[in-house]
Nanobody, 124 residues
């Protein structure tokens, strides 16, 4: 059974930074692409960023490009999301997701496993 556990969320002022972590267990982490999504109150869950199994390919939503960075450490079965220059509109629950494929994907339905989410709140 695949489990994804996120951590690192919290309250931060606009312009600040946070780093989210997601630890995976239950299958060979290094074989699969990973992604981060977020969901703000009253809105659908939206794509943030994704990374291929070997870190060669990454994609970002336009809204976070240049501010957020995804990375992974396959030896630690962990994917990270470094968030800089945070804005109030980044406030959301952030979810880690894993798909049964090597390839990065921006499509929510391509992901098979999800974490429980971690809250990020950015104050103005």
């Amino acid at each position: 059974q695949v489990q994804l556990v996120e951590s690192g969320g919290g309250l931060v002022q606009a312009g600040g930074s946070l780093r989210l972590s997601c630890v995976a267990s239950g299958r060979t982490f290094r074989s699969y692409a990973m992604g981060w999504f977020r969901q703000a109150p009253g809105r659908e869950r939206e794509f943030v960023t994704t990374i291929s199994w070997n870190s060669f390919i990454t994609y970002y939503a336009d809204s976070v490009k240049g501010r957020f960075t995804i990375s992974r450490d396959n030896a630690k079965s962990t994917v990270y999301l470094q968030m800089n220059s945070l804005r109030p509109e980044d406030t959301a629950v952030y979810y880690c997701a894993s798909r049964t494929s090597h390839s990065a994907s921006t499509t929510r339905d391509d992901y098979d496993y999800w974490g429980q989410g971690t809250q990020v709140t950015v104050s103005s």
